[in-house]
């Protein structure tokens, strides 16, 4: 029998960052090498059959108002650019999923969040390191608001969306 396609999970930032970093993609990725749009990657392979398990947990973590992310720096990631973001209140988010799925994590979702949303990517080193130094001598950093997060279906290309959990506060 086969089995459903993993499942990724993400962080959805605010319209202007993520209009940002899309635009910076569009720049600097090779072309025809983005399956997906700008996004910030919490998991990136739940196993698909546990998709009812994933949209309770999500749904439910998602009761809670949206918050800020500050974007702290570009960072290097060999063969490509992204940008570093600081938040405890997204690191304790991503831990209270992990420990929740971690049965069942790949040891990539396993891993300690390292939050970034990567702007380049699949280019050689010397480019990489090129744009690294051309992103940073124009870098300010700036604070994106946390709004929602997205279940995806990865299916070897783009992602199918599944479901977005818009951050509210909990009613009472």
Same mark, same amino acid.
């Not at 049965?103 to 990517?121: E, G, I, M, W, Y």
């Given at each position: 029998? +086969?089995?459903? /396609?993993? !499942?990724?999970? &993400?962080?959805?930032?605010?319209?202007?960052?993520?209009?940002?970093?899309?635009? *910076?993609?569009?720049?600097?990725?090779?072309?025809? $090498?983005?399956?997906? =749009?700008?996004?910030?990657?919490?998991?990136?392979?739940?196993? =698909? *059959?546990? !998709?009812?398990?994933? $949209?309770?947990?999500?749904?439910?973590?998602?009761?809670?108002?949206?918050?800020?992310?500050?974007? &702290? *720096? %570009?960072m290097p990631l060999g063969k490509g650019?992204?940008? +570093?973001?600081?938040?405890? *209140?997204? %690191?304790?988010? /991503?831990?209270? !999923?992990?420990?929740?799925? #971690?049965?069942?994590?790949?040891?990539?979702?396993?891993?300690?969040?390292?939050? /970034? %949303?990567?702007?380049?990517?699949?280019?050689?080193?010397?480019?990489? $390191?090129?744009? %690294?130094? +051309?992103? $940073?001598a124009d870098f300010a950093p700036f604070?994106?608001?946390?709004?929602?997060?997205?279940? #995806?279906?990865?299916? =070897? =290309?783009p992602w199918e969306p599944v479901e +977005?959990?818009?951050?509210?506060?909990?009613?009472?």
């Amino acid at each position: 029998m +086969r089995q459903p /396609h993993p !499942l990724v999970v &993400t962080l959805v930032l605010d319209e202007d960052t993520t209009a940002r970093f899309e635009a *910076e993609r569009a720049a600097l990725f090779p072309a025809g $090498r983005t399956q997906v =749009g700008a996004h910030l990657t919490l998991f990136h392979a739940v196993p =698909g *059959e546990r !998709l009812d398990d994933v $949209r309770t947990q999500v749904r439910a973590t998602a009761r809670r108002p949206p918050f800020a992310v500050p974007v &702290t *720096e %570009v960072m290097p990631l060999g063969k490509g650019a992204a940008y +570093r973001l600081d938040s405890p *209140e997204l %690191v304790t988010l /991503h831990a209270d !999923l992990q420990r929740s799925w #971690w049965d069942d994590l790949t040891k990539q979702d396993r891993q300690p969040l390292r939050p /970034h %949303v990567t702007v380049q990517n699949k280019v050689d080193a010397d480019v990489a $390191r090129a744009t %690294v130094d +051309r992103l $940073r001598a124009d870098f300010a950093p700036f604070t994106a608001t946390a709004e929602a997060l997205a279940v #995806w279906r990865y299916v =070897g =290309g783009p992602w199918e969306p599944v479901e +977005r959990y818009a951050f509210a506060p909990p009613t009472p």
